[in-house]
């Protein structure tokens, strides 16, 4: 069975109003295969939420550049470990004017006291069903940094197979 990503459900809910694609529920790798001229025009921008900045940035500009499309207008939101400015210099600098930057800053944003650790927590949905008659799906999420995958451990292996091929 191939996977493909429903970009359309996203467009056809949120009409423009959230124009920022998700890029790392399948893994970046697998989401530039899908990420299609029409939905790479369409989008406004991508985040990054895994692994290295920089491999992933050059990634995201490579992919909008085989396609022919314009990387200056478009935003990467940086929002992975975002927890000081001199990270944030440092991205600056690695996206140079290729493209717009933001920054999510979420667990710092939380707790900004000085001497108490900020609890390094995030929610993800584990799984979901669409009514009582049909049975519970499991959801998952495939970083690209191994150890961050999420979800029941069968469905994570049988995706990873599915994208491979």
Do not use: C
Not at 22 to 35: E, H, I, K, M, Q
């Amino acid at each position: 069975m191939r996977i493909t990503l429903y970009f359309g459900k996203w467009v056809d809910t949120y009409q423009g109003l959230l124009g920022t694609a998700l890029p790392d529920t399948f893994t970046t790798d697998f989401f530039l295969r899908t990420f299609s001229p029409f939905y790479a025009k369409l989008f406004d921008g991508i985040r990054h939420d895994s692994g290295d900045p920089k491999i992933w940035l050059e990634k995201v500009i490579g992919h909008f550049e085989k396609l022919g499309i314009d990387t200056k207008p478009k935003r990467v939101v940086f929002s992975d470990g975002i927890n000081s400015l001199d990270k944030v210099k440092t991205i600056i600098k690695d996206v140079d004017g290729r493209m717009m930057a933001s920054f999510g800053i979420g667990t710092w944003l939380t707790n900004d006291f000085e001497d108490i650790e900020p609890l390094n927590m995030v929610i993800k949905l584990v799984s979901a069903k669409k009514n009582a008659y049909e049975p519970q799906r499991f959801a998952i999420k495939l970083s690209d940094v191994i150890g961050k995958h999420n979800g029941d451990e069968a469905t994570i292996q049988d995706y990873l197979k599915r994208i491979s091929s």
